[in-house]
């Protein structure tokens, strides 16, 4: 038996109070069904492999030190998946830590999208193999990929289609296995990686408007495929038939960094009409601890209100913000109501930002 499409199935606008003409709801920013919808986060959860690998057990193995790498990025450890283990092991794990702490079942959901750069195979998806984990067997699943920006660019595709009416709850995930990926004998790029996985659940509300609007106010995507180079594998399955080792050109991606945060950072403020002293917590991606304390720098905010577990997780590419967002959520620090700017840039380059009110 063949499952009808999401819109005709869920039925959503008509659910909310607007006219059933049974047509898809309308994209249109003006039409007054879909414009007062928000993507409110209603639970998230985590997962990390049980290996940790220290620096200074990494350290045997290749031409470093402890002090070096804790003094370039703020690594001392990572967790690496556990022979077997794949991406979609930890991305199933943290989905159904979220939907227990969202309190809806896998039968709630109508949308999976998992952000990574380490499926589990080619195809099909990972975020398939995560659905049918969970025994959801309506409603449509895929990856997407962006590197570690791909959370971000995930949770907005996931929130425009929640604003357009087309689903009403979604499964955001980023999850990778980036061991798999890296040369063990690379110093530049294997002391910087960890694998993880993190997830939220988005639902669809009714937004009364008003200052305090909880969920995403707004994601905003960016990309610039002119630095493609500056962080790739060296294969791939159409070029090489494989998947190949990360290459960085880790100096070159500092710089930009830094400044693309930052603009990203500036576009979600300026979007919404708020400024940097309204941000209650800073969750930018993992990957280096000068990235993160020179853009909370610029926008003036206190370590307090900076999530940082790069020191734990290391770089875990789009599995990192909703990791330390689970985290922080987790350990109390981000409550309802508080002001949520996430931030991300990785390999195209992709960077993006979204501010979240909890
Ligand atoms: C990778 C990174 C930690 C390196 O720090 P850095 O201060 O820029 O260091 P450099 O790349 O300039 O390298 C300095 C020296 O250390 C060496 N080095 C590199 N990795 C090393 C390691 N693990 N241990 C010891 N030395 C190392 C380099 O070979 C270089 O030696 P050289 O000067 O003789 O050529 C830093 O550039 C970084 O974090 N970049 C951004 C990475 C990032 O955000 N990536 C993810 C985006 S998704």
Redesign the pocket.
């Known amino acids: 038996m063949t499952e009808s499409p999401v819109v005709e199935r869920r039925d959503f606008a008509s659910d909310h109070g607007a006219p059933d003409t049974g047509a898809k709801p309308e994209i249109n920013p003006e039409s007054s069904a879909p414009k007062s919808l928000r993507a409110r986060v209603i639970g998230c959860g985590s997962a990390l492999p049980e290996r940790r690998v220290t620096n200074a057990e990494l350290?045997r193995t290749?031409?470093?030190?402890d002090q070096?790498?804790v003094q370039?990025?703020g690594i001392r450890e990572r967790r690496v998946a556990a022979e077997g283990e794949t991406t979609s092991d930890l991305a199933t794990a943290a989905a159904r830590a979220a939907l227990r702490r969202a309190e809806i079942t896998a039968a709630d959901l109508d949308l999976i999208i998992v952000g990574t750069t380490t499926p589990d195979q080619t195809l099909p998806a990972t975020a398939v193999r995560v659905q049918a984990a969970l025994g959801m067997t309506g409603g449509a699943a895929f990856d997407l990929q962006a590197?570690?920006s791909g959370f971000i660019y995930a949770l907005s595709v996931a929130d425009n289609m929640i604003r357009s009416g087309q689903v009403r709850t979604a499964l955001v995930i980023g999850a990778e296995t980036l061991s798999r990926i890296l040369d063990w004998t690379d110093?530049?790029?294997?002391?910087?990686f960890g694998d993880g996985a993190g997830a939220v659940v988005l639902r669809a509300e009714h937004s009364e408007g008003g200052a305090k609007v909880r969920g995403i106010l707004s994601t905003h995507l960016h990309s610039d495929g002119r630095y493609g180079d500056i962080?790739c594998t060296n294969g791939g399955p159409s070029s090489t038939r494989s998947v190949g080792y990360v290459h960085?050109?880790?100096?070159?991606?500092?710089l930009h960094?830094v400044v693309n945060l930052a603009a990203a950072a500036d576009e979600a403020l300026k979007a919404n009409g708020l400024s940097p002293v309204d941000i209650d917590w800073l969750v930018p991606?993992q990957?280096?601890q000068?990235?993160i304390e020179t853009l909370a720098q610029k926008l003036h905010l206190p370590a307090e209100k900076v999530v940082m577990t790069v020191a734990h997780h290391a770089?875990t590419?789009a599995a990192s913000i909703p990791l330390a967002l689970d985290e922080a959520v987790s350990d109390g620090r981000i409550g309802k109501d508080d002001l949520v700017l996430v931030g991300?840039?990785?390999?195209g380059f992709t960077w993006a930002s979204a501010l979240i009110r909890w």
């Open positions: 350290v290749i031409d470093s030190t070096w790498i370039r990025s590197a570690c110093r530049t790029t294997c002391v910087l962080i960085m050109e880790g100096r070159e991606v500092f960094a991606h990957a280096n000068r990235i770089n590419s991300a840039m990785g390999a």
